[in-house]
Nanobody, 128 residues
Framework: VQLQASGGGLVQPGESLRLSCSAS????????MGWFRQAPGKEREFVAG???????????YYAESAKGRFTISADSAKNTEHLQMNSLKPEDAAAYYC???????????????????WGQGTLVTVSS
């Protein structure tokens, strides 16, 4: 399974950006996909995650830094996820990575080691 992220760019503080991640196929029967980010000199950190399985609604969860400003969504039919980022701040600038767990069953995962599928990073720059 390959993940392809897109949508990064340069925006000014307060503006919005939408990231997308497309999986080449369904990552697992019960799906967990998420977004992490990594700024220069810092560790990769969790941003948001979303889970779903057939017949069940999507469940989204967020890091504290993302709550109220970011929205994660998914399209199970297309094996895609999106991250809508509003009111961007300079501290949101980072390389953003989409991720998934190929053996996911249930629960909420926040640690990078809990995700075994990774897309390439897409760079988000927030600067005036």
């Amino acid at each position: 399974v390959q993940l392809q992220a897109s949508g990064g760019g340069l925006v000014q503080p307060g503006e919005s950006l939408r990231l997308s991640c497309s999986a080449s196929e369904r990552t697992s029967r019960n799906v967990l996909m998420g977004w992490f980010r990594q700024a220069p000199g810092k560790e990769r950190e969790f941003v948001a995650g979303i889970t779903w399985s057939d017949g069940y609604q999507y469940y989204a969860y967020y890091a504290e830094s993302a709550k109220g400003r970011f929205t994660i969504s998914a399209d199970s039919a297309k094996n895609t996820e999106h991250l809508q980022m509003n009111s961007l701040k300079p501290e949101d600038a980072a390389a953003y990575y989409c991720a998934a767990n190929s053996r996911y069953y249930r629960g909420t995962y926040y640690q990078a080691f809990e995700f075994d599928l990774w897309g390439q990073g897409t760079l988000v720059t927030v600067s005036s």
